[in-house]
């Protein structure tokens, strides 16, 4: 055995340059600028939501009732509404709320569609066949009546909404999921995990959840999205999270109601924000699918 | 991704032609006394084909192998040749069981493979390896080399300790002509035939007794065959390993096979040592087989007879009755096509199944 160790091998290692993340992302917003613009949406969300405290210039829950329904001003850059709150102080606290329901409703949701589908895929068979069922049924759904039915099982509040629209998310990832890993699953580096006697759950999480991972995230970037606009639906419909927290649905909905026509600026731009949110998550998520999939990407 | 230098060594064996039938002989130890260490008796793996989703009702069988014998000696190696779909991946998927077999028996260490619990297969499965065909999809590309070569071990628990582990995968990638640095390395930064390489590393990682190779050599291009055929003859002779070698390309086999055995649609036909089967084939279908083997030779390719099998290979969803091969046997008479011939020793240690003969 020494012998062997001492000989040079054969084959050696090149090493290769590593690309700077600058220059990847510079790279990424030239060859996808609408992506890139769909990046610079979410970022700016972000940025509202976690330096909230800095940027509203206003309490986002005090009233005032001697500054009702002010025009965009100076000193009010959207405007106040109803109760004299300023408007662009709750557009930026409602990104957190958005951000909020979003990402973990779409994470979690898409997280347990993710090893639902690898897991049917891989067992396949009667399993698969009566698993697909059961999905075709909750998918049968659509998303907002889904969600409408959890709440009215547990009620409102912005725990329950994260709920609700967490499970209507999981079969669509589930079904979507499946059919990657049906591929996977007859490939040769899963019949060497199963010629080597691996359990069932280390095939599933080691050797087919990783190689189903461009999906998977593709799911979650259209999720948020979809999530954020189920989210303010529900609010407007007074299911959803309840004042006087900040969210956008919810300051649409007492906008547009009443003041449509004497204040606008009230729903207009609550709007015009969930608007953005939900374009700048898509565009990013067709980025993502364009990255991701190797077949679409041309290089 | 630009391959290292070619060290001289390599070099030569690039500009080499792929190994030649007879040209280049391995020294064949005497194998005759040496123990038997797997049999396959009467082995059957029949797919039913089946019709309706929620209630399946069966409309036929695939015999895809279709009751076939042999045995392996320790530190034999035996050649599986066919056409494309005779049977002979089955053959070797079901000693892994990754497909359970329909009848016979798969004797290994005095155990039958086949009706074997989990928990007992699972600690036989140390033992028996496997190297694929596909060296880009044989290995799981979220992966690093070094964790793919390991994970055998880690499973079997052969090295526990990861100090160990970790230097066993660096011995294991030089034992097969990497450079230990390839551990921290994804599969998509090498090349086909190092990706092999890599394949072998985790089939020997186990220290097996037994290796599948499926179609080893393959998908791989000729001067990398080359190189992988010396490893593998190598490895044979270090480790004293056992090789079931499944394959289409007559040469290679000759090359490195000690006996042949020729499958067509789900049975073997005809199995004998290598040089006999090459010298001396007595089944019209290995006869064929031989002939369709081009020499490179201009001259002699003009001049020699050759016997093209007419007509393609039957369905094996209905395969023909009596002798399977007999609608396109040059040499078939009205018996064949009513009797299966028996699979009978013609000469010592040359089998054929053939009642022409």
Same mark, same amino acid.
Request: glycine share 8%; proline share 7%; charged share 20%.
């Given at each position: +055995? ?23 992302? =510079? ?98 068979? *009667? ?18 009546? +889904? ?30 999921? *499946? ?25 599933? =999480?080691?050797? +087919? ?9 593709? +799911? ?13 639906? =529900? ?65 | ?20 039938? $007879? ?76 497909? &359970? ?204 007879? &050759? ?14 009755? $009596? ?35």
């Amino acid at each position: +055995m020494s012998a062997v160790a001492d000989v040079r091998p054969e084959i050696e290692v090149v090493e290769r340059p590593k690309t700077g993340l600058l220059l990847r992302m =510079l790279q990424f917003s030239i060859r996808n600028p609408l992506g890139a613009a769909g990046a610079l949406v979410i970022v700016i969300m972000f940025v509202m939501a976690l330096l909230a405290d800095f940027i509203a210039p206003y309490d986002p829950v005090a009233n005032a009732f001697d500054r009702l329904h002010q025009p965009p001003s100076a000193e009010n850059w959207f405007g106040t509404d109803q109760f004299g709150r300023d408007v662009f102080s709750r557009i930026v606290y409602g990104a957190r709320t958005a951000l909020l329901v979003g990402f973990v409703s779409s994470v979690v949701g898409a997280t347990i569609g993710l090893v639902l589908g690898v897991a049917s895929a891989y067992f396949g068979g *009667r399993v698969d066949l009566i698993f697909q069922r059961v999905l075709d049924i909750f998918m049968a759904f659509p998303l907002i009546i +889904m969600a409408l039915a959890v709440i009215a099982i547990f009620g409102t509040g912005a725990q329950n909404v994260i709920i609700a629209i967490t499970i209507p998310f999981i079969p669509r990832c589930a079904r979507v999921v *499946r059919s990657a890993a049906l591929s996977i699953r007859e490939l040769p580096y899963i019949d060497a995990a199963r010629a080597n006697g691996f359990s069932h759950s280390r095939i599933i =999480l080691r050797h +087919m959840v990783p190689n189903v991972m461009a999906p998977f995230l593709i +799911m979650i970037t259209a999720f948020v999205g979809q999530a954020i606009l189920l989210e303010a639906s =529900l609010s407007y419909l007074g299911l959803g999270v309840q004042e006087p927290t900040p969210a956008w649905g919810l300051m649409l909905q007492g906008g547009a109601e009443e003041y449509a026509e004497s204040a606008p600026w009230i729903a207009i731009f609550p709007g015009i924000a969930i608007s953005l949110a939900v374009f700048g998550f898509s565009l990013f998520g067709d980025a993502v699918r364009d990255e991701l999939d190797p077949k679409l990407r041309s290089q | 991704m630009s391959m290292a230098p070619a060290t001289p060594a390599e070099m030569s064996e690039a500009g080499a032609p792929p190994p030649q039938a $007879g040209a280049a002989t391995a020294p064949r130890q005497r194998l005759a006394d040496a123990p038997t260490l797997i049999t396959v008796r009467n082995l059957k793996m029949h797919f039913p084909v089946t019709e309706g989703a929620l209630f399946p009702r069966l409309v036929g069988q695939v015999k895809a192998v279709d009751g076939i014998s042999f045995a392996i000696r320790k530190g034999e190696t035996l050649g599986l040749v066919g056409e494309s779909g005779c049977g002979k991946t089955t053959t070797g998927r079901c000693i892994l069981r990754l497909e &359970h077999a329909t009848g016979g028996e798969i004797l290994f260490d005095g155990k039958n493979l086949i009706d074997l619990d989990r928990k007992s297969m699972n600690a036989l499965r140390r033992k028996i390896q496997v190297i694929f065909q596909d060296p880009y999809s044989s290995l799981n590309p979220r992966m690093k080399i070094g964790d793919i070569i390991a994970e055998p071990m880690l499973v079997h628990g052969t090295e526990p300790d990861k100090a160990a582990r970790d230097a066993r995968v660096m011995e294991l990638l030089r034992l097969c002509g990497l450079d230990p640095r390839f551990a921290d390395r994804f599969p998509h930064e090498m090349s086909g035939g190092q990706r092999q390489r890599v394949g072998i590393a985790r089939a020997l990682s186990v220290r097996p007794e037994f290796i599948i190779c499926d179609e080893a050599i393959s998908a791989l291009d000729v001067s990398i065959q080359a190189q992988i055929i010396n490893l593998l003859e190598d490895l044979r002779e270090q480790f004293g390993l056992t090789y079931l070698f499944i394959a289409h390309d007559l040469s290679v086999v000759r090359h490195l096979c000690h006996r042949v055995a020729v499958m067509y649609l789900g049975k073997i036909v005809e199995m004998a040592d290598c040089d006999e089967l090459y010298g001396n084939p007595l089944h019209p279908y290995t006869q064929a087989l031989l002939a369709a083997v081009p020499i490179p030779d201009p001259e002699i390719e003009k001049t020699r007879a &050759h016997h093209i099998v007419k007509g393609e290979v039957p369905s094996p969803i209905n395969p023909p009755s $009596g002798c399977v091969f007999h609608p396109r046997c040059p040499s078939a008479v009205a018996e064949c096509s009513k009797s299966v011939p028996e699979f009978r020793e013609v000469k010592p240690g040359h089998f054929v199944a053939c009642s022409v003969i």
